[in-house]
């Protein structure tokens, strides 16, 4: 089974950097045809896919955080990270990692998220 584990600070100043991590076990990741995700959910709304890496180290982003967006992986440690720059109060959500065959909009496995809050 795999299962996904978010880690990180909980509360960022405004402008700072965003960082977490996605720890991964009971599957590596890069098998093959898997994307890696993050997704948040602002409070009050919906959920908003960020953008991934797939198992080939490969990313794509949502245009509209493209600019502030960066995904990278340590396949040593089977984790992934998140870094959005230039926060400001609207990024305060729910994050969460997720895992998805590539071109499948469902995704298989989720963390349980992990509240951050951008204020100083």
């Known amino acids: 089974q795999v299962q996904l584990q978010e880690s990180g600070p909980g509360l960022v100043k405004p402008s700072q950097t965003l960082s977490l991590t996605c720890t991964v076990s009971?599957?590596?990741?890069?098998?093959?045809?898997?994307?890696w995700s993050w997704i948040r959910q602002p409070p009050g709304k919906g959920l908003e896919w960020m953008g991934v890496i797939g198992y080939d180290g490969s990313t794509y982003y949502s245009p509209a955080l493209q600019s502030r967006t960066s995904i990278s992986r340590d396949t040593s440690k089977n984790q992934f990270s998140l870094q959005l720059s230039s926060v400001t109060p609207e990024d305060t959500a729910v994050y969460y990692c997720?895992?998805?065959?590539?071109?499948?909009?469902?995704?298989?496995?989720w963390g349980q998220g992990t509240q951050v809050t951008v204020s100083s």
């Open positions: 997720a895992a998805a065959r590539l071109g499948v909009a469902v995704w298989s496995y």
């Open positions: 009971g599957g590596t990741i890069t098998t093959k045809y898997y994307g």
